[in-house]
């Protein structure tokens, strides 16, 4: 395999400057995609419209499964073997007050560009990269836009079209707008939900002193920061929104708390749920309101070492293209992956941030760096492809 990945990263100048002529074409799409909105279980007309792009690329039948999924496959020249390249087609906010994108000299800004319509239109723009290019990989090559995959939907597009393939692919790539750089083999196990507190029924109203739910909300706040987490194995707890109320002046009825626990260890998952199981269950006896505990996310920890011949070789692959690789746990989808024992990578296209008004749902991304990041991706792909090549010989 030396050589032949010595092959690939001689191409990556010329790969990069094709990428840079299909700038236009790029933010064209993340433009359109990002102005389609799509919110988990609703991204129908986000992915009829990539599958749109995927026919107007020559991709044969672009298609989709039964639980929204859009695919187009560029067949191999053996094809005997598949990799897939998934993009998450949904977006983490209901119903954005303003969906619009914008262009700007250097940058792109909209709700969530960064995740993912910088990624998806990755996938929309890479056949015609390769197709220029005159790169027909020996694998099968599967685009996915994946439906159902934030908060509540619990990465089920992937699993589920993981769990239904007829054969199994040999490897998969998720593909991130931000950041840049990043070079994820191996994801941190994750707990999420919420804890709902509501008032009874028969609350009544015209008692003195009665103060809803906020302050018994807040008393779980506080329990929550004295559980006991670990630094060896890395265990975090994130709550990362609390909203109750409509007024001072108003008794606050429901107060509701997002969560998320991360953690290299199953075990310390399974005990951190219980102990929020008990804190739930205590505050509500103590309170009188209800307490409800919802955890709806549940995601195994995994990965592949950092020696692994596609980490390696994708290590290759950014160095010489001048990035320096980011390699840190994550939460990222590519957790579906191991759960089925495939190697997976998740990459970046380019820089980004959120914008500076704290509660803003908009971000931005950079432009200039997005010919890098699609040159990372073909080159990643060539590398996975000459990987397989490697182990079959």
Known sequence: MASNGQSVLARLPAIRAAAADL????????VMIGEIPSPTFSEADRVSFILERFADCGLQNPSSDEVGNGFGLI????????????????????????????????RIEGPFVGDNSVGLAALTVLPTLLERLGITLRANLLLMTAARMLN???????????????????????VEGVQLGRLNHACLGTLRGEIICRLPDDFEWAQHGKSGTILPMSDIVLMLSQI????????????????????????????RLGFEVRSESSQILDDVGARLREITGLVASRSGVSVRLDLFTRREPG???????LVRGTRSVL???????????????????????IPALTLGITRGSRSPEIDEIREYVDTAPMATGLAQLAGTLMIMDEARNHENS
């Not at 700038?23 to 993340?30: P, Q, S, T, V």
């Not at 094809?79 to 000299?105: K, L, M, W, Y």
């Not at 597009?157 to 007829?166: E, Q, R």
Request: charged share 20%; glycine share 10%; hydrophobic share 35%.
């Open 303 to 309: 990965g592949i070492e950092d020696t692994h011949p």
């Open 23 to 30: 700038r236009e074409l790029l933010l064209a799409d993340i």
């Open 152 to 174: 509540r939907g619990n990465l089920e597009g992937l699993k589920f079209y993981l769990g239904n393939a007829s054969a199994p692919p040999v490897a998969g790539l998720y």
């Open 75 to 106: 067949p191999g020249s053996v094809g005997d073997h598949t990799i897939v390249v998934a993009a998450n087609a949904d977006t983490i906010v209901e119903d954005p007050e303003d969906q619009t994108v914008e262009i700007e000299a250097d």
């Open 228 to 255: 006991p987490l670990p630094q060896r194995p890395r265990t975090h707890l994130v709550t990362g929104m609390i909203r109750g109320g409509i007024s001072c002046q108003n008794i606050a009825r429901e107060t």
């Open 319 to 341: 160095e010489a293209l001048d990035l320096k690789p980011m390699m840190y746990l994550t939460t990222s989808p590519m957790s579906a992956f191991f759960e089925r024992g």
